[in-house]
């Protein structure tokens, strides 16, 4: 990479530092806050500003000529990066949400001294957990031309037309000037109750040699939901004001409008009124109930007797009904949420008959390099309701030929229905923020040389573009869209170590395995902005299929976009690798001492979303590392334990995947290898125990990568599961037994 880290980073010219970008969840920039957007107008530049006209504004109570009161930040060859886009109270946002879980479990069973000696068992499950988060939301506010709510300097301003979607709350208006806000933080809660209920019958059947189990299980979950949103209806109400004394009215003052604020450097800058936002931010609420019963039948016995064991048998049936009611608030169904999609229903249901059977056959045992030979094998019938019948199988063998190595190997196949929500999710049309097009200042100098430069270049796009028009997102459910079941291969090999030490050097055990695993029709949901840019950040853009194929052609008027974002089916997803896996156990001292050594190594994690494309290797790549793992250690003695825990992520590189030169590129598209470490000391009595440690002992950092990598963020390192993103902390565990 051509210079240090950084040193191509936009510098503020505010602070004289490198930009920050902390509003989106990606990490990149998101809407400007602190700005208005206005038609273009001669006027004073901000520092680093260029040109004399401008068409994006931030308060500056310094100016006099121009537009007075505003600097100019946007608008012809100015780059984004001039515009505020940090607002302090993004930072309140959760990264992980705080929750609260209450269980109940109760168990119990009766010997009925019947029917084979059978039990008459029950389970019952409760579970409630409430979480909440904190989130930040910014305001593109609207002021009608002519409004009395817009100052005489800007009463000239003629931002646009009205827009499609949530962002028309003018009617047939124009928009004569918008305000860019950050308003501030909002709430979510959530409340899940979970109740599972199981009552059986098991029993020996009769004299064979045979046992039986017969349960009912029935689960039903009940989600409440709610959030806060800017309702669009009051906005639009609001935003027809009138001038009343030395303040505003709403013209229809129905349901207690209250008046937007008059367009002041204070709105502009995120302090909105408290009796405002109480009319137009509401609560909202939805819910979502899920059932299922399942009806199973197992038999399990020995079939018959060879020369070198019992051949075991399993066989089975099972019955489960499953259904879905999830209703979005009612100001979702009808489209009344500001920048967010209208939803309606998901309602559904299926249901299966399956049946089953295991067989385990020992063929060969205690023999000249056949100390244990063992096969398995296994298949399924499935029947859906919703998608037909479909069969699995799994065969697998075990063989030792010594009593110290052990080879073993499976292969078999899997099918899945998609699941109710990705089947009947109900069909919706919404708009995402205009700020997400890929194309936003497509050739500003940053971008020179990249494919997104040239793919929005070849869409006769004006220089210095900006989106006005939000961009259309188009959901549907699976079923509707023909959503095809899910199924896979795969295929594992490998060998057992077991050699036996010296006497007191303990006993290990060392074993590889090969694996590898082929999924066809993988039910999944991109994500629009993931869409977007995936398109766009595509060498082969339009003419390579991928997930341009989602992304229908610009409106030739607006340049407006509109993207699929269905569950859809994965063509081909392919996992290969190896496990390598070392177990050691010793007793050393007054005390026993574990050790577990787990390391993962892929040798290809690849994709396609459709047949006709080409796989997409991305193994190696951000977010898909080649290798990973983990080592445990833990010493006992006399029930006191002491423990060490490793966590460990390869190094990840995308700059050939994404064709660019390290040695050249501006942008920094690697992280380097990740490790974190947790101890812990913990006590075990009878009937209680406690354990106190701290996680991330070192405070490790999830590595940076640039914005412009496409990956999505949290902050400005990558979203990956195996990166801490808390930091250190103290834990205390305690549990009591009655």
């Known amino acids: 990479m051509v210079g240090a880290w950084g040193s191509f980073d936009f510098v503020d010219p505010k602070t004289g530092k490198p930009k920050c970008y902390p509003i989106s969840g990606g990490g990149s920039n998101g809407v400007t806050v602190n700005t208005i957007g206005t038609n273009s107008i001669a006027g004073v530049g901000a520092a680093g500003s260029v040109g004399t006209s401008f068409n994006r504004w931030r308060p500056n109570a310094a100016i006099t000529t121009g537009l007075v009161g505003f600097e100019g930040v946007g608008g012809g060859a100015n780059n984004l990066n001039v515009r505020d886009t940090f607002d302090p109270r993004t930072l309140n946002r959760s990264l992980i949400s705080p929750n609260e879980n209450h269980n109940l479990f109760v168990q119990g069973g009766m010997d009925l001294s019947a029917l084979g000696d059978a039990e008459l068992y029950y389970e019952v499950l409760y579970n409630r957990r409430e979480s909440s988060q904190t989130g930040f939301t910014q305001l593109a506010l609207d002021y009608r031309r002519g409004s009395a709510l817009i100052p005489a300097g800007l009463a000239a301003s003629n931002f646009s037309a009205p827009l499609s979607g949530a962002s028309n709350m003018t009617g047939t208006d124009r928009i004569g000037v918008r305000a860019f806000i950050g308003a501030g933080n909002y709430d979510s809660t959530q409340s899940v109750d979970f109740l599972r209920a199981v009552v059986g019958l098991k029993g020996a059947l009769l004299k064979t040699g045979w046992d039986y189990d017969v349960a009912f299980t029935r689960s039903d979950s009940k989600g409440n939901y709610t959030f806060q949103s800017f309702i669009v209806d009051r906005l639009t109400q609001a935003s027809d004001a009138v001038a009343s004394g030395n303040g505003f009215v709403c013209r229809d003052p129905a349901s207690g409008c209250v008046a937007q604020p008059g367009l002041t450097t204070a709105v502009i800058g995120g302090q909105l009124p408290a009796d405002w936002l109480g009319f137009v931010l509401r609560p909202v609420t939805g819910t979502s109930k899920y059932t299922e019963d399942v009806l199973t039948a197992t038999l399990t016995g020995k079939v018959m007797k060879l020369p070198y064991g019992d051949v075991k048998a399993a066989v089975g049936a099972e019955v489960r009904r499953m259904s879905i009611n999830d209703t979005p608030p009612v100001d979702s169904q009808k489209n009344n949420l500001y920048g967010l999609t209208s939803a309606v229903p998901t309602r559904g249901s299926d249901s299966v008959k399956e049946v089953f059977a295991e067989l385990e056959v020992p ?35 075990l063989w030792s030929p010594v009593n110290w190595l052990t080879l073993r190997g499976t292969t078999g196949t899997s099918y899945r229905a998609p699941a109710l929500y990705e089947q009947h999710l109900g069909a919706t049309s919404g708009f995402i923020s205009q700020q997400n097009d890929p194309c936003n200042n497509w050739d500003s100098p940053t971008n020179a040389g990249t494919a997104r430069a040239t793919n929005c270049g070849s869409e006769a796009l004006p220089a210095a573009f900006n989106a006005t028009q939000s961009i259309r997102v188009l959901t549907t459910g699976g079923a509707a869209a023909g959503l095809k079941a899910e199924t896979s291969k795969n295929h594992t090999f490998g060998l057992v170590l077991q050699p036996s030490l010296p006497t007191g050097l303990g006993d290990v055990s060392l074993a590889v395995d090969i694996f590898s695993i082929k999924v066809s029709n993988g039910v999944a949901r991109a994500g629009s902005t993931f869409i977007l840019n995936s398109c766009y950040d595509d060498p082969q853009f339009r003419t390579g299929g991928g997930y341009c194929r989602l992304v229908n052609a610009r409106d030739p008027a607006q340049f407006g976009l509109t993207v699929n974002d269905s569950y859809v089916n994965l063509a081909t997803d392919i996992v290969k690798g190896r496990d390598y896996t070392a177990r050691y156990t010793n007793d050393i001292g007054i005390g026993k001492l574990r050790v577990n050594v787990n390391i993962t190594e892929f040798t290809s994690q690849a994709n396609k979303l459709f047949d006709t494309d080409p796989l997409d290797e991305v193994n190696g790549t951000i977010g898909s590392p080649e290798w990973s793992g983990t080592l445990d250690a833990s010493y006992e003695v006399k029930g006191w334990r002491v423990y060490y825990g490793l966590n460990y992520v390869g190094k990840m590189d995308s700059y050939a995947y994404l064709g660019q030169d390290p040695a050249a590129s501006t942008f920094k598209l690697n992280t380097p290898k990740y490790f974190t470490h947790t101890v812990s000391v913990g006590y075990k009595a009878d009937k209680w125990d406690i354990t106190v440690g701290i996680r991330n002992l070192l405070d490790e950092k999830p590595p940076v990568i640039s914005a412009q990598a496409g990956y999505s963020r949290v902050g400005n390192a990558p979203l990956y599961s195996g990166f801490d993103f808390v930091g250190r902390r103290l834990y205390l565990n305690a549990s009591k037994t009655f």
Do not use: H, I, M
């Open 363 to 397: 063929l060969l045992a205690k023999l000249p390099l056949a100390e244990q030979l063992t096969a398995n094998v296994s298949g399924r019938w499935s029947d859906y309701k919703s998608y037909g019948g479909g069969s699995t199988y799994k065969f697998g063998t």
